[in-house]
């Protein structure tokens, strides 16, 4: 069993950066997946970039590419979302999830936390 929190989110204006970060806890895992997705109002849950935990492979949605960059930082099972040039498209719930297998899809993950609202201003 893995508990993930968020934080990070905020206010923001269009071309400003943002770092949201997930904190992992409960039970260890390793050789695991996760990911970052988000939602806005009445949209469905949209990938946006997941990693290889144990090989730091990422990969990410095309939207975001160029701009958002996925990390970990092993010893502290926390990973993070550097978000750059946002733009108000951007807005939305924030998630962090837990996945067996290296995947975009919402149906992949297993535990999710509670997201972190990011609202980016024109």
């Known amino acids: 069993q893995v508990q993930l929190v968020e934080s990070g989110g905020g206010l923001v204006q269009a071309g400003a950066s943002l770092r949201l970060s997930c904190a992992a806890s409960?039970?260890?895992?390793?050789?695991?997946?996760m990911g970052w997705f988000r939602q806005a109002p009445g949209k469905e849950r949209e990938f946006v970039a997941a990693?290889?935990?144990?090989?730091?492979?990422?990969y990410y949605a095309d939207s975001v590419k160029g701009r958002f960059t996925i990390s970990r930082d092993n010893a502290k099972n926390t990973m993070y979302l550097q978000m750059n040039s946002l733009k108000p498209e951007d807005t939305a719930d924030y998630y962090c999830a837990v996945a067996t297998k290296f995947s975009r899809e919402v149906a992949s993950y297993t535990y999710w936390g509670q997201g972190t609202q990011v609202t980016v201003s024109s």
């Open positions: 409960g039970r260890p895992f390793s050789n695991n997946y």
């Open positions: 990693i290889w935990w144990s090989v730091g492979l990422t």
